[in-house]
Nanobody, 124 residues
Framework: QVQLVESGGGLVQAGGSLRLSCAASGLTLGNYYMAWFRQTPGKERDFVAE????????FYADSVKGRFTISRDNAKKMVYLQMDSLKPEDTAIYYC?????????????????WGQGTQVTVSS
């Protein structure tokens, strides 16, 4: 079956960096738009970044633009989120998401598969 497994979360001071990884199995990664979302308690899951099928096109939420970078390696079935200049407001659970039919940033219901999430905590 399809699995998305995130890793790389943790506790970091403001201004620091983390690199999240998402390992995919049970699917052909190149057939999916891949994205990262994040969620804090009591709030909806928010879009963070996405990559088109080959990685040739990327899109970022305004709140992370210039600080976060999404990348993918379809052969290794891996998706990454490099997070630099982290801020306390970036604290959240980060989820990897796969959508079969294009971007899901405005329509999370189009996400076919979600990972279990990884906690990122940024201290001030």
């Amino acid at each position: 079956q399809v699995q998305l497994v995130e890793s790389g979360g943790g506790l970091v001071q403001a201004g620091g960096s983390l690199r999240l990884s998402c390992a995919a199995s049970g699917l052909t990664l190149g057939n999916y738009y891949m994205a990262w979302f994040r969620q804090t308690p009591g709030k909806e899951r928010d879009f963070v970044a996405e990559s088109s099928w080959t990685g040739g096109s990327t899109f970022y939420a305004d709140s992370v633009k210039g600080r976060f970078t999404i990348s993918r390696d379809n052969a290794k079935k891996m998706v990454y989120l490099q997070m630099d200049s982290l801020k306390p407001e970036d604290t959240a659970i980060y989820y990897c998401a796969a959508s079969r039919f294009g971007s899901a940033r405005a329509s999370p219901q189009l996400v076919a598969y979600w990972g279990q999430g990884t906690q990122v905590t940024v201290s001030s």
